[in-house]
């Protein structure tokens, strides 16, 4: 996760990368990707590309890159799915 941090420019801002390797907490919040395809090809749970800012333990606000033909939400890395997960639309919300 760090890398990814660096490699989006955001290391040692407040911006923090957390992994859910076994995928507890994306379960618990309902954030994995039922669609079938995904699990056909990768054959376990993965999560849904998934932010959330929370304030003071609180959830402030939920974005999701998702759509109905991609599940995964990177089948285009310059559309509008994938966008709604990308560092620079988070820094606008904050």
């Given at each position: 996760?760090?890398?990814?941090?660096?490699?989006q420019?955001?290391?040692g801002?407040m911006?923090t990368?957390?992994?859910d390797?076994?995928c507890?907490?994306?379960?618990a919040?309902g954030?994995?990707i039922?669609?079938p395809?995904?699990?056909d090809?990768?054959g376990?749970t993965?999560?849904k590309?998934?932010?959330?800012?929370?304030?003071?333990a609180v959830?402030k606000?939920?974005q999701?890159?998702?759509?109905?033909?991609?599940?995964?939400?990177?089948?285009?890395?310059k559309?509008?799915?994938?966008?709604?997960?990308?560092?620079?639309t988070?820094?606008e919300?904050?």
């Open positions: 996760m760090k890398a990814w941090a660096k490699d420019k955001v290391e801002s911006i990368f957390l992994a390797t076994r507890e907490f994306s379960k919040i954030m994995t039922d669609h395809g995904v699990a090809a990768l376990n993965r999560c590309r998934f932010v959330l800012i929370v304030e003071d959830v606000n939920v999701v890159s998702e759509g109905p033909d991609d599940p995964a939400g990177d089948a285009d890395v559309g509008p799915i994938l966008k709604r997960t990308t560092v620079d988070i820094l919300l904050l």
